[in-house]
Nanobody
Framework: QVQLVESGGGWVQAGGSLRLSCAAH????????MGWYRQVPGKQRELVAQ???????TYADSVKDRFTIARDTLANTIDLQMNSLQPEDTAVYYC?????????WGQGTQVTVSS
């Protein structure tokens, strides 16, 4: 059973914005720190943002001041607003628990930023 479903990716020009959404289909996700990760072929998956149960966000330096993570505990969703996108942000984006992800991952959502 798929427990995490990511959506909202797409193609955008440099400087543009996208909003990703993660639907969590397991109640445990409501009460743990959740994060957004990204991965490009040949590289390790990178945690770019996380948000605690209390709503406290933390960002990787590479996305700080450009990305905003938010969660709706009632709806059990975790969103990632991405502004000022750059080609180096191109990746498949996933959500999962953070900073230690569960073994099971969703299908991810592709973000492509052209220069």
């Amino acid at each position: 059973q798929v427990q995490l479903v990511e959506s909202g990716g797409g193609w955008v020009q440099a400087g543009g914005s996208l909003r990703l959404s993660c639907a969590a289909h397991e109640s445990t996700f409501r009460i743990i720190t959740m994060g957004w990760y990204r991965q490009v072929p040949g590289k390790q998956r990178e945690l770019v943002a996380q948000i605690s149960f209390e709503g406290v966000p933390t960002y990787a330096d590479s996305v700080k001041d450009r990305f905003t993570i938010a969660r709706d505990t009632l709806a059990n969703t975790i969103d990632l607003q991405m502004n000022s996108l750059q080609p180096e942000d191109t990746a498949v984006y996933y959500c999962n628990s953070a900073p230690r992800p569960l073994d099971s991952w969703g299908q991810g959502t592709q973000v492509t930023v052209s220069s």
